[in-house]
């Protein structure tokens, strides 16, 4: 079985400074994790994903994860944040397609 | 090229209700899935299915049916609504699952309330 935990429910950041959105995992087997973004009042998009070919993942509009074995995490990570970042982001893994309860990032002009 | 289509957008229904969410897909995908999304939870698993035929439940199945009578199609049914259904529920559908180039394409989404 595979499980998310998805560390904050909510980040602001001001606009160009980076974003961090956390994400821990669980599984008893070698993980494959996603991460989705979902603008207001839109659909949800993948952002990026993880199949152990690398354990940096870069996805679109400048986010990328890094998969770390050693602390169980996935997290998602853009170096300069932009106001269209504001969002909400969702980490999960591919057994059942299964999500986590999401972070809403605000991003602060 | 229509990709995942649902309807209703919209629907409100009084409690004991019954109505089904219908879900369709053009571009052959095995895999079909229901969420529900509400505030703080996140998106959550009702149902899935691995191909025509094939269905079983995800993390919050009780209170609703699906079946799998062919790739195109996955509705879902609400038996007899109840007030904690109401919530905006996505279906999705994806080639495979597991497939390293694979991801999974949403429909728009159905609000639905139960009053």
């Known amino acids: 079985a595979q499980s998310v935990t998805q560390l904050d429910s909510h980040v602001s950041v001001s606009e160009g400074t980076p974003v961090l959105l956390r994400c821990n995992y669980s599984s008893s087997y070698s993980p494959s994790l996603f991460w989705y973004v979902q603008h207001p009042n839109k659909g949800l998009q993948l952002l990026l994903k993880?199949?152990?070919?690398?354990?940096l993942v870069k996805g679109i509009n400048g986010f990328e994860a890094e998969f770390k074995k050693s602390e169980t995490s996935f997290h998602l990570t853009k170096p300069s944040a932009h106001m269209s970042d504001a969002a909400e982001y969702f980490c999960g893994g591919t057994y059942k397609y299964i999500f986590g309860t999401g972070t809403r990032l605000k991003v602060l002009a | 090229n229509a990709g995942v289509t649902q309807t209703p957008k919209f629907q409100v229904l009084k409690t004991g209700q019954s109505m089904t969410l219908q879900c369709a897909q053009d571009?052959?995908?095995?895999?079909m899935s229901w969420y529900r999304q509400d505030p703080g939870m996140g998106l959550r698993l009702i149902h899935y299915?691995?191909?025509?035929?094939?269905?079983d439940q995800g993390e919050v199945p009780n209170g609703y049916n699906v079946s799998r009578s062919t790739t195109e199609d996955f509705p879902l049914r609400l038996l007899s609504a109840a007030p904690s259904q109401t919530s905006v529920y996505f279906c999705?559908?994806?080639?495979?699952?597991?497939?390293?180039?694979?991801?999974?394409?949403f429909g728009s989404g159905t609000q639905l309330s139960v009053l």
């Open positions: 299915s691995v191909g025509a035929g094939i269905t």
């Open positions: 571009m052959n995908h095995e895999y």
């Open positions: 993880y199949t152990s070919a690398a354990t």
């Open positions: 999705a559908s994806s080639y495979s699952v597991g497939a390293t180039d694979e991801k999974l394409f």
